[in-house]
């Protein structure tokens, strides 16, 4: 029994023995990963905060305090950057719809439809083309119908191109010196399709560098053919879009003005608000009409008087002789009518 309580306490004393070892075997990693981790983030610059307890002479913090300072810097120069896409870089190119038509220029073609009367017909067609010079426009199509002898009979169709920017400005003019009958404007924004061209043709031609790099390393014929085919393709498409973008320039920057003028003896009178002046204003102008219409007739008729002569003369000859044809067919009739009877007197006398 002694020799077992022997055992059984030497066994238990080896048992403590090994706990103790394990035990100070884990505080000894646990102290050891602990510096290894606080050593880690100072260098990786992870976390400033944990190199500044850590550091035993003061080094560690500062290199904390200067890395968060770099990454602020450099956190403040990325954003500046990213704020700004108009000016250039690869962030340019990538814009979406609505930021390209923020970050652009606007591109508005304006169209203007306007209608006039005038009593001084010449000055205003000379006046109109002299403005349309003077501002740095140009006329692109011109028709003028009727006579100069012929009253309230002319006509003027103009297709102008005004800068744009002194569109108004003209328009200002033509109504002070002629009365308009009829005003209208359309604005189409561009912008978009603009930029969407832009950037097909800034693809273009960097495919295009590709492929001429490309030529120059080719060997074979048959590469070569292909590249030249390519590029020629390339080269096409890049004229066609920048061919479109050149008429949108010349739209945008030149608008265009559809502008109808009439010659007129009297203006139409601008209708007032009250119900007396619109009464007086439709009865003058109704006045004026029925007057001009017994004029043009009046004129219509005088101006038609000699082919009515003409007319009456031949229509006066044809009854003379109709009259003479009726009376002399009477008399053939009489006579023959004489004779019957005549017969017949002598056919009872027998």
């Known amino acids: 029994m002694k020799r077992k309580r022997k055992l059984w306490g030497l066994t238990a004393a080896v048992l403590i023995f090994v706990l103790m ?53 450099s956190g403040t120069d990325s954003g500046a950057g990213a704020q700004d896409p108009a000016e ?39 006046n109109v083309r002299a403005r349309t010079e003077s501002l740095g426009g140009y006329v692109e199509n011109s028709e003028v119908s009727g006579s100069a002898g012929a009253a309230n009979d002319r006509w003027a169709y103009l297709t102008l191109r005004i800068p744009a920017q002194q569109l108004d400005a003209f328009l200002d003019q033509v109504s002070e010196e002629a009365n308009v009958t009829y005003s209208s404007e359309s604005t189409e924004d561009v912008t978009l399709a603009y930029t969407d061209m832009q950037s097909h043709v800034a693809a273009l031609r960097t495919e295009q560098e590709t492929l001429l790099s490309m030529l120059g390393q080719a060997q074979s014929m048959e590469d070569i053919l292909a590249i030249q085919t390519q590029l020629t393709q390339v ?3 890049i ?7 050149r008429v949108y320039d010349n739209k945008v920057d030149y608008s265009t003005v559809y502008l109808d ?10 209708e007032g608000n009250s119900f007396g002046e619109r009464v007086r204003t439709r009865f003058g102008d109704t006045a004026y009409r029925v007057g001009q219409g017994f004029v043009n007739f009046a004129v219509g008729f005088l101006g038609a008087l000699p082919v009515l002569i003409i007319v009456a003369v031949i229509a006066a000859a044809a009854v003379l002789v109709w009259k003479k044809v009726r009376k002399r067919k009477k008399k053939n009739k009489d006579r023959s009518s004489g004779q019957m ?9 027998r």
């Open 21 to 73: 070892l394990s035990g100070c075997g884990n505080s000894a990693g646990a102290d050891s990963g602990m510096k290894g981790g606080a050593i880690e983030s100072q260098s990786g610059g992870a976390a400033p905060g944990q190199g500044m307890s850590f550091g035993s002479d003061g080094s560690a913090a500062e290199s904390g305090e200067n890395a968060a300072a770099d990454m602020a810097e």
């Open 261 to 270: 003028i009439r010659e007129v003896a009297r203006e139409t009178s601008a």
């Open 341 to 349: 009877d005549g017969e017949e007197q002598e056919e009872k006398s």
């Open 88 to 126: 250039g870089g690869e962030d340019a190119g990538i814009l979406t719809g609505e930021e390209a038509g923020s970050a652009y220029e606007q591109k508005l073609i304006r169209t203007v439809n306007m209608s006039v009367e005038t009593k001084a017909f010449d000055s205003l067609v000379e």
């Open 239 to 245: 004229e066609s879009y920048e061919s479109q973008l």
């Open 235 to 237: 080269r096409y498409e």
